[in-house]
């Protein structure tokens, strides 16, 4: 079937602000299927309120709306924009509950608006769980004993039939919110009337706990002529008790048996096709006993889902892309293959190869939180390793998690204590994997993590296969280690530290030099989604240490642009947003984009954005070899956050050169106390100040100052660790707690400016020029961490006087500190003193915000600036803003009921949104700059 052609027009809804169980991988879906619309001539519209996404950006969508994801801001668009169908299924559980919400009110019969991609129907009944279970058991679906209840009396009585331990899932959330396991009568009533608050139908579903049995997930597309294709099953490497979202995830499945996958696959694909005759994505989850291999379906989410852009970059199948096109009538069998270009869509990929995702979490944000790992998704961002065993994939996931993991322990760092461990494995947390190797290496027997973890033999098997490796290596040194042995090593993915540590702890580098003096160097193969079997020409490539490389060099000068690694609090999906504009300028200027990063829910890993893309960890051995490689003309540091910046000295000491900015220069800023030291000579106010080494120190620096105190470490992003202290004793367990987790920081100490103003500005300079790009200033006061605060833009209370302070030392900075690309300064405001706190010689978490609001492609101008193409006075622009635009952070805090909700100078929201207004009586507005009064007050 061709293309539906009286499709003209489609509004896709996004998913807003992320938030804990709903982040970017939203924003890769979205962003591939606008793209693979346009492609057919349709024109896109969207809607989305989250201002740091590419997805809301003029290159993704003809017409795009920074609007609140409500049913008015969707009749304001309908009213101006001829819309033939809305697309549902790219936003994630905000945009399907967003376009049941409007169904209610008949939005979309009023303006003759068409669903695809799934209906109506199909919705109401996956996400009602009492429609879901009843249907599952009409078509002959083993689901796990439930019943459905609206009131404390209804699930009181429920549990009694069903008998514990129970799960409680809310209809209509996301992430698992509200959700939870209960293993007795005393604590059900307090969790029953937590999940029925949670649901927005006030509607939940208690069923049996299916507890230590496998859990998979199939990721699925389906036409319009009833084709249904299976892109990739997924293994979680945690049981059930898990929330998917927190769990080591595996593909292709390792542990499941042919006979079992095939029942599985025909269950997915009967459950799809009894939701209706809609066309696109889908994600189901099933759970097995693994004593009996008794299958039953856990649920189906009838949209793209965090596991789909998992499975699209574990495979190199554009899931969001093709489920566009087959909502728009095409079927399987007439789209090819994007890899390939010769074989068809409804061809299944092939992988050769393993991918493991292992979760990243920052309970360190939330002090005091529940760690333990459940049916509620805690984590707040992912990374993914390629390899071509599980052991490869699974180290190198390790190095992309950005917590100074060097790989699967082998780092010294291991525990001791057995209880300690014993306890850990049977009470899961973000460590548990680490704590499983712990175990092994204490002799521990393997019949006993599996008891208390319940994960399956093969995997624990593969640890302790690498356990038992380490200690053959521990009897080599440097000098008498062979070749044979090392090349084990690195196809076990043992980093080059690793091998440091275990060889006697001598240096990385010594490792690197011994291995490449014995020819044992990466390789690099292909993700083509078919094994090889077909020719594929996709620039999208994994590391490994073979013999044949299929990463050919070109002969075109090129430049490296690093990512930014896993989401976390203080460096989300803006700096994702920033890589992709840097990518797409140097292809503009007529370099070799290459892009390298580990996230799999980014659009910079998409395979089609740069023009080679390495799925590799953002870690130095890695960026050293493809380095070597591919010889750039340099590499790009200042669009991937903290990740990319602290690479910078290792790039500078290996004489490798980076572009834009120098890094004794970055280093300056970086660094506090020589900052600090810097603005002295300029005679630049700023804090008192000074820096300490020790807990000792800081005392005497504290007290020169006085008191209050702000403890601040250097090279973090998200104002990690930093406190306001007002005691001895408060200021002596500041610095003892950060120097333990970052040993030898140099700790800034400088007095807090209390009852002051903040504000800042992102600026580029060309190394002459510099040029304002947006003022912002915080609605909350000093001591709330920027990215935590309202910032509006420009500014609304502050005198001219003061801004124009702010620009003169801005530019004075750009030219101290010989900026060459962007820099984001912040600055305290006193009695109408201005004080410069720090400066951050890269893009900052504002830049996207910026470029939005003012409607002007700043990090294209600033990425050309910085490879010395152009210089400022080349471009022109305008800027469109009428009024204000203020951006709000948004919180996940309901995921951690147990905690204050406290903000402070660490910061702690997870995602934000952008509002406009025309002046400053807007309501909205008031009502935040009330807030500060409140705070002043305190």
Known sequence: MPKDQSIRSVLIIGSGPIIIGQACEFDYSGSQAARSLREEGIEVSLINSNPATIMTDELTADHIYLKPLTVQSLEEILKVRDIDCVLPTMGGQTALNLCIEADEVGLWEKYNVRLIGVDIDAIETTENREKFRQLMIDIDIPVAPARIANSILEGMEAAQEIGFPLVIRP?????GYGGGFVHDKEEFEKKLSYGLQASPTHEVLIDKAVLGWKEFELELLRDADDNVVIICTVENFDPMGVHTGDSITVAPAMTLPDTVFQEMRNMAIKMMR?????????NVQFAIDPVTEKLIAIEINPRVSRSSALASKATGYPIAKIAAKLAIGYTLGELKNQITQTTSAYFEPALDYVIVKIPRWNFEKFRGCNETLGLQMKSVGEVMGIGRSFKEALQKACQSLENNKIGLGADGRSWSRTQDILDSLENPSWDRIFKIKDALELGVPIHTIQKLTKIDNWFLMQIQELVQFEKEIKRFTIHNISADIILQAKKQGYSDAQLAYLLGRIEEDQVYEKRRSLGIKRTWKMVDTCAAEFEAQTPYFYSTFDTENESISSQKKKVIVLGAGPNRIGQGIEFDYCCVHGINAIKEVGYEAIMINCNPETVSTDFDIADKLYFEPVFWEHLLEIIEHEKPEGVIVQLGGQTALKLAEKLHQHGIKIIGTAFDHMDLAEDRGRFSDKLKEMDI????????????????????????????????????????????????????DLLKSMPNNQILIDHFLDRAHEAEIDAICDGEDVQIMGIMEHIEPAGIHSGDSNSVLPPFGLSDKVVQTMKDYTVKLCHALQIKGLINIQFAIKNDDVYVIEANPRASRTTPFICKAYQIPYLNIATKVMLGTHQLKDFTYEEKLVGYAIKEPVFSHNKFPEIKKELGPEMKSTGEAIYFIKDLTDPHFRELVNLRSMYLTR
Do not use: H
């Open 685 to 736: 106010p700023y804090p008192r100040y000074g820096t300490a080494r020790s807990a000792e120190d800081a005392l005497k620096v504290a007290n020169e100052v006085g008191y209050p105190v702000l403890v601040r470490p250097s090279y973090v992003l998200g104002g990690q660790k930093m406190k306001i202290v007002i005691t001895d004793e408060e200021l002596e367990r500041a610095v003892i």
């Open 274 to 282: 009894s939701l209706g005759k809609f066309a696109g994505g889908c």
């Open 171 to 175: 209809s209509f959330t996301l992430g």
